[in-house]
């Protein structure tokens, strides 16, 4: 974590050029644990957004891994591309691309493809709030029986919420619900940004996944907690 810490921090020194309509975010942390027993916990995420006139692009990556002495305990994959267009100040529309793979999760993997309508319902310099609905396919991998899948229509409706308290803290809250035949799958995520120097954050995040159908001996929800350093580039602090 130290050496996580150095490197944010020399980058939130240096500054990182990008040509106009460019930003991202990198995230990053490492816990470790010894004693009585020995874990290690990594996690990263890079998000990129590109925003030319009424186009905006976004994609991500990110990467969760748990090891308890010499044995993984999870380990989790995540990457996906969207692209708005808006054609109104308060209307977009969108296509979007997800997939995740759950080394440990009763649904291994799953990919999604959607198009749909999004509204600004209110925007201002401290609050932000967007609401989604969408429809498309996904398909799953399932843990149990091995290579058994399924492939459906599915319905969407997100929400994506920002709060910024002040100039140096900042509140997100995304929603997703995906609604199949096979499976409905939601997905909520809360994080607080605190500065610690220039571009350079303290990230605190709480993640909740629910599958309402899973394999046996498998829970419905899994939830994930962790404390990260972010590093902001290519646009204003919060």
Do not use: C
């Amino acid at each position: 974590m130290k050496r996580i810490a150095t490197a944010l921090i020399l980058m939130s020194g240096s500054g990182v050029a990008l040509a106009d309509g460019w930003s991202g975010d990198v995230t990053a942390g490492l816990i470790m644990t010894s004693g009585n027993s020995e874990t290690t916990t990594s996690n990263g995420k890079l998000k990129l957004a590109y925003v030319t006139g009424s186009w905006e692009h976004s994609s991500y990556l990110s990467f969760t891994q748990a090891r308890d002495e010499e044995e993984t305990t999870a380990e989790r994959y995540t990457a996906g591309y969207k692209v708005d267009f808006s054609f109104t100040d308060t209307d977009y529309i969108y296509f979007a691309a997800d997939w995740q793979k759950d080394l440990f999760a009763s649904v291994r993997e799953r990919t999604v493809e959607t198009v749909g309508y999004g509204r600004r319902i209110f925007n201002t310099d401290a609050h932000q709030l967007d609401l989604e609905a969408g429809a498309g396919a996904r398909q799953n991998e399932y843990a149990e029986p091995p290579d058994s899948r399924s492939d459906d229509f599915v319905g969407t409706a997100g929400l994506d919420y920002a709060w910024t308290i002040s100039p140096t803290s900042k509140f997100t809250q995304t929603l997703l619900a995906e609604y199949g035949e096979s499976n409905t799958y939601t997905e909520s995520v809360s994080q607080l940004k605190l500065s610690i120097v220039g571009n350079l954050f303290a990230a605190l995040a709480f993640t909740a996944r629910h599958n309402s159908v899973v394999s046996e001996g498998n829970e419905k929800t899994d939830t994930e907690t962790s404390i990260n350093l972010s590093y902001e580039f290519g646009k204003a602090n919060p």
